[in-house]
């Protein structure tokens, strides 16, 4: 569905992504891990055209998109919840969920998904007069969540769900993301600190260090493996 | 129990300041009689007043605080006048038509200093409702709007002059030329936010003044242009005073248009797209919403209105000059979106008509006018700082199956 080939990508002069190389397939959960600084997030803002890779090519479905900006990548589907939730904090919930679906005309389709939403997080449904700013962490982040699926996206992109989240929401937060990849067909492509939690739910899973890719299996065997075990999931 | 308090703090307030103001209040040196006066009531008038201001601020301030707790306490929004005569129809269409009735009279009751005053005031409220668009409800701090409006005068006074343009040509002229001039300001400073954009918004209306001021072969410099006819109506001659109300009207007509278009492009797409860039550029863009397309309405469209009042106030006052385009516009403009609320359209409207009426009121303060002003805002940003009146949008709704709980 989607294939990363070889991009490097920079912030002014200093090189980021190191000639990376990954591949989704369509209904896949996909899990990027890392440490800090290791390239994670900008791996995802360079598939979103936030921060373009210099070199390199990003294709989605057969078309080159590392040149488009981002709001015709997301119009092709590629939808991300950004690090840090970003939700509006003075717009209302349900103008939140609004903004999500702001490429969108087909307003009964969109009214569904809001019905969908609502059903997924009931929590959001009672809040959504509220204003986005007074929510919770957690419901927050699901906030972020859902406005990223009020866009149909095909490819979700996600940036740290877990942030700065009590265990028992970041546990509740995984199960909906592996919940929303089963019922909708949605590939997820994960960037998670979480390596334990995010193994679990994903598929496959790619390990990042300093900007180049350094591992690659199935979310199973990288679970077992020894050095990911000491590396990243502290046992 | 709260009075005891408050009037023992008031009284050492008024204690402290009668001692502060003793040496200048209170003694005077005589030197014609080589004596020294004691001036003691006017001491007495220190106190006094001192204690009451300080007593009626602390009232203000703690009722200010009840009021916060009592909107947090209570779970729904407080519901401000203004906002309950916009949603109540049996309020909303009398107060309509009061308003209406009372802005036809107007002219054919007072002077025609009183009409220009007014018909000053709504310019205001367009140019007002056009900030309200860039600074309230896309956020970006524009400290040089004065230079679209000075691009709409000069448009309308320089083609007259040259080419003998008649004013209804020359309005869209101006309008589109306000609107070009924004996107040649937005291009530059899309990468900018906050203070940032305000330093560069502000030289740039710097530079539209400077060079009108000193391109001497193209603007006639600080002389100005003067004898710009005044709007024709299908060649109807008019006298001075019917002139005045027929302006009058006119401006009235085209605010009213501003106010219909300004609220259709607050509840549009573009609209919404504007208030979420102003929250969060990183998450509107994960939106899919287009980020340069979209300042660069808010800008365009923003300086369409400046250019518009810019054409009629060249034909208004038939003489323009640099000076009318100083930066102490663009901020009294920016004042009124401020001090009305920002993103709030009854605000601006209201604030326009309290900053450029309340000035020309005072004026029989003489040179206390400016400070009472300066004291009106100060007051109003520590007690209000929402504005007049605090921005109420409409908010959007789908309703769901189980949307009948609330």
């Known amino acids: 569905m989607l294939k990363i080939d070889d991009i490097n990508t920079y912030y002014g002069n200093i090189q980021a992504l190191k000639g990376i190389s990954l591949e989704i397939g369509a209904g896949e959960i996909i899990c990027l891990i890392g440490a800090n600084g290791a390239g994670k997030s900008t791996t995802l803002m360079s598939i979103c055209g936030v921060v373009p890779p210099r070199t390199g090519r990003i294709v989605f479905e057969d078309r080159e998109i590392q040149n488009l900006p981002t709001n015709r990548i997301v119009e092709l589907g590629i939808v991300q919840v950004p690090e840090g939730r970003r939700i509006f904090p003075y717009l209302t919930v349900a103008e939140n969920l609004d903004m999500g679906a702001f490429l969108r005309k087909d307003k009964a389709a969109i009214a569904r998904d809001l019905d969908y939403i609502y059903d997924l997080f009931p929590i959001l449904a009672k809040r959504r007069h509220q204003a986005g700013g007074t929510l919770s962490g957690g419901e927050q982040q699901m906030l972020a969540i859902s406005r990223a699926l009020m866009a149909r996206p095909r490819l979700l992109l996600l940036d740290e769900p877990s942030l700065g989240l009590a265990p028992l929401v970041v546990k509740q937060i995984f199960e909906i993301i592996g919940k929303i990849n089963r019922e909708n067909n949605t590939t997820i492509f994960l960037v998670e600190q979480n390596a334990n939690l995010a193994l679990q739910i994903a598929h496959r899973g790619y390990v990042m260090e300093t900007g180049r890719i350094t591992l690659t299996d199935t979310a199973a065997n990288l679970l077992a493996n020894e050095d990911v075990k000491k590396a990243y999931l502290g046992i | ?406």
């Not at chain 2, 007495?44 to 909107?71: C, D, H, N, T």
């Not at chain 2, 709007?145 to 040509?169: E, I, P, S």
Request: proline residues 3%; glycine residues 10%; contains cysteine.
């Open chain 2, 1 to 406: 129990m709260m009075s005891l308090v408050e009037i023992r703090k008031s009284f050492l307030v008024s204690i402290w300041f009668m001692f502060l103001t003793f040496p200048i209040m209170v003694i005077r040196v005589n030197t014609v009689e080589n004596i020294v006066e004691w001036r003691w009531n006017n001491m007495i008038a220190v106190g006094v007043g001192s204690f009451l201001l300080s007593f009626v601020w602390r009232y203000l301030i703690r009722r200010k605080e009840q009021g916060v707790r009592r909107q947090r306490e209570s779970a729904g929004p407080r519901v401000s006048i203004f906002q309950r005569i916009g949603e109540d129809r049996r309020i909303f269409l009398p107060a309509l038509t009061a308003a209406a009735l009372a802005v036809v009279v107007f002219p054919f009751l007072v002077s025609m200093y009183q009409i220009n005053i007014m018909t000053t005031a709504f310019m205001y409220i367009m140019l007002g409702l056009g900030l309200n668009i860039v600074v309230g409800v896309a956020g970006l701090l524009d400290l040089g709007y004065v230079a679209f409006y000075a691009v709409g005068a000069y448009t309308y006074a320089l083609l007259n002059y040259h080419f003998g343009l008649n004013f209804w040509v020359c309005l869209p002229i101006g309008a589109a030329l306000g609107a070009l001039f924004g996107i040649l300001l937005g291009f530059p400073v899309l990468r900018l936010r906050g203070d940032y954009l305000a330093i560069v918004t502000l030289g740039f209306g710097e530079i539209i003044r400077l060079i009108l001021e000193n391109w001497n072969e193209f603007s006639f410099g600080p002389s100005g242009i003067s004898n710009i006819p005044r709007p024709g109506f299908f060649g109807v001659e008019f006298s001075l005073l019917a002139h005045t109300r027929y302006i009058y009207f006119l401006v009235v007509l085209i605010t009213i248009f501003t106010i219909f278009m300004v609220n259709r492009l607050q509840n549009s797409r573009i609209g919404r797209a504007w208030l979420a860039l102003r929250e969060d550029e990183i998450a509107c863009q994960a939106m899919g919403v287009d980020k340069v397309r979209t300042k660069l309405t808010a800008f365009a469209l923003g300086a369409t209105w400046a250019g518009l009042a810019g054409v009629i106030f060249a034909a208004k006052t038939t003489f323009i000059n640099p000076a009318s385009f100083t930066l102490w516009e663009s901020i009294n403009i920016l004042c009124i979106v401020v001090l009305g609320g920002m993103g709030s359209i009854v605000g601006v409207i209201l604030g326009a008509l309290v900053l450029v009426l309340l000035p020309e009121y005072l004026r029989a303060f003489a040179e206390y006018r400016i400070l009472t002003f300066g004291c009106v805002l100060v007051l109003m940003m520590v007690f209000r700082p929402g504005g007049i009146v605090s921005n109420v949008r409409r908010t959007y709704r789908f309703e769901g199956p189980d949307s009948g709980d609330k």
